[in-house]
């Protein structure tokens, strides 16, 4: 394999003229993938603080069956910022922020191939947070057509005004796309040309595997929800007729678009956090990745069948039979590969030495949630249970099972896990271990019985109900603060430890990997020289060096 030499790229022994090497260089326009992976992360963060104050507003109008909290309008409105908020500005780039920490590290590798447009594409999100909150704010926003916008509904305008909440909306949609894209080129050319000498593909890391996967359907399939955003926004400022019916135009076809995005979009989230446990359990079992082969080739596997399964959630939009029979039986096969990453995961922390430190007990968390996930998955991916269901809340929990309870905790894993590598720093464990179970038991709590209420019948967007729904829904909400309370001894947790924390090794957890061969936090360009791999990874016990021109790491204990 060839590696790009370094020159080419533009990586600098030394910052670029100027730069602080303090904290300051967070707030500055570095192309140092690891200050930008932090600024991910914290400006994810407060978007998910803000999505999350969204939520805590509707389960508190929620609690009783009447409409007495908000006002209707105001409601459906934070029912679709609560939504976009938290996708768009909290889980994608909380997730590159992971990825553009911690890929160039595990890869041996000084920076991203494309350090400039790595800032560019981060620098856009801040962007995308002013449009889309000021669609909160500016008269007709998106309040009706949700999240996913769809025609002729958020083809209305109702002010009259050439600028409004939906074209703020739409704007905000389409820049994203544009950093995504860039950011997929970014993430796809660097561990294509950028692998330590040594670093073959069976020898990376299964988190490197599973972003390759994630990245490669935003190349494919982010383009069409771009592009549906823009012939959207076309059709409300120049009179076009992409999706307007009034002028021939095809409403279904924009679902069409959303969709063939919008579900692969829910891997492009997951794969990372599949990484994040396939990367976690061997060290915290101190057992090597049972099956490291299969589990990484069954990410891309992921990312293939992902392409065919859109339609199954348009079942309820006309869809002729032959066509639900296809989608079902796609959807379905979906959880081949996904049922093998369980099973490898489940027999590695078989009879394994588990440490339940707070990233493990993440982990540990984000699976079982993924199992019930799982589980409801199959029954919507049904055609049959799929219509009985459809909007209600059923939808809503399965939905939240995967965002929250299984992205979420694989995204507080990796946090803990890599806390000591990223500031240098050790995390309060005990701070930990309470917040893992307010998480734990506050999803259980939120989520959980949203799916009787949704059988039951309760459809969602609605901030009255029947009084047969308030028991459901006050244990939703309840759940919902108790969630919102979890998240204070997090930041608790990780500001204090930031300033003031015991300073951590080079390696903490003795875990196997080339980002643990390097100083913590990591010098500039990563490695004095670059690393020669001549060993597979997650080879705990087998005695053998990782890299041929770096010290003989940690081994795991042997008895």
């Known amino acids: 394999m060839t590696n790009i030499p370094v020159e080419a790229i533009g990586v600098r022994e030394q910052p670029y003229p100027g730069a602080p090497n303090n904290w300051k260089r967070f707030f500055s326009f570095s192309t140092d993938h690891k200050v930008i992976g932090i600024q991910y992360l914290v400006t994810s963060f407060f978007f998910f603080l803000v999505g ?83 669609s909160f704010l500016v008269p007709g ?14 083809l209305q305008n109702p002010t009259g005004n050439l600028i409004n909440g939906q074209v703020l909306w739409l704007l905000a949609v389409a820049i994203s796309g544009v950093s995504s894209i860039m950011g997929g080129v970014n993430f796809v050319t660097t561990i294509f ?87 976690i359990f061997p060290v915290y079992a101190r057992k090597p990745l049972f099956g490291y082969k299969i589990v990484s080739v069954s990410a891309i596997v992921i990312t293939v069948v992902s392409g065919i399964v859109w339609v199954h959630h348009m079942y309820a939009s006309g869809t002729p039979g032959w066509m639900r029979m296809i989608f079902m039986f796609t959807t379905m096969f979906v959880a ?25 007990l ?56 890599w806390f000591p590598k990223m500031t240098g720093r050790m995390y309060y464990e005990g701070l930990g271990k309470v917040h893992f179970w307010l998480t734990f038991l506050g999803t259980q709590l939120n989520f959980l019985p949203m799916h009787p209420a949704g059988l039951m019948g309760l459809p969602r967007r609605v901030a009255s109900y029947d009084p047969e729904f308030a028991f459901w829904n006050v244990l939703a909400s309840l759940g919902g603060f108790l969630l919102g309370m979890s998240t204070l001894p997090f930041i608790l947790n990780m500001v204090s430890s930031w300033v003031q924390g015991k300073p951590a090794p080079d390696n903490p957890w003795r875990a196997i990997g080339l980002e643990w061969l390097v100083s913590s936090p990591p010098p500039v360009e990563n490695f004095e020289e670059l690393p020669i791999v001549i060993a597979e990874p997650y080879g705990y016990g087998k005695n053998e060096p990782l890299t041929e021109n770096y010290p003989h790491r940690e081994l795991a204990e042997s008895n």
């Open 193 to 279: 040309k950028m692998r330590a000498p040594g670093m073959t593909f069976f020898r990376m890391p299964t988190f490197v595997w599973t972003v390759l996967a994630a990245q490669l359907i935003q190349l494919y399939g982010l383009p069409a929800l771009t592009a549906g955003a823009v012939m959207l926004l076309m059709d409300i400022l120049f009179g076009t007729s992409f999706f307007n019916p009034e002028n021939g135009g095809n409403p279904v076809l924009y679902q069409h678009f959303f969709w063939f995005y919008s579900h692969p979009a829910v891997y492009v989230m997951v794969l990372p956090v599949f990484g994040v446990f396939s990367e």
């Open 52 to 134: 999350g104050i969204f939520a805590m507003i509707m389960r508190g109008e929620l609690i009783t069956p009447d409409a007495d909290l908000i006002d209707r309008t105001v409601y459906n409105v934070l029912f679709t910022m609560h939504g976009s908020v938290m996708l768009f500005l909290w889980t994608f780039p909380v997730l590159l922020g992971l990825a553009n920490y911690l890929v160039p590290l595990m890869i041996g590798a000084r920076d991203m191939a494309f350090p400039r447009l790595n800032t560019a594409a981060f620098w856009m999100v801040p962007v995308v947070g002013i449009l889309m909150m000021s």
């Open 362 to 417: 993440f982990a540990l968390g984000g699976l079982i949630n993924f199992v019930f996930a799982g589980i409801t998955g199959i029954m919507l991916a049904s055609v049959p249970i799929d219509i009985h269901v459809n909007n209600t809340y059923f939808v809503v929990g399965h939905f939240h099972y995967v965002i929250y309870g299984t992205i979420v905790f694989g995204v507080y894993a990796a946090i803990y896990h």
């Open 141 to 154: 926003g998106p309040s009706q057509s949700g999240w996913w916008a769809y025609p002729p509904v958020s």
């Open 336 to 360: 081949v590969p996904t049922g093998i990453k369980v099973f490898a995961w489940v027999a590695t922390i078989w009879g394994g030495k588990l440490r339940l430190d707070t990233p493990m």
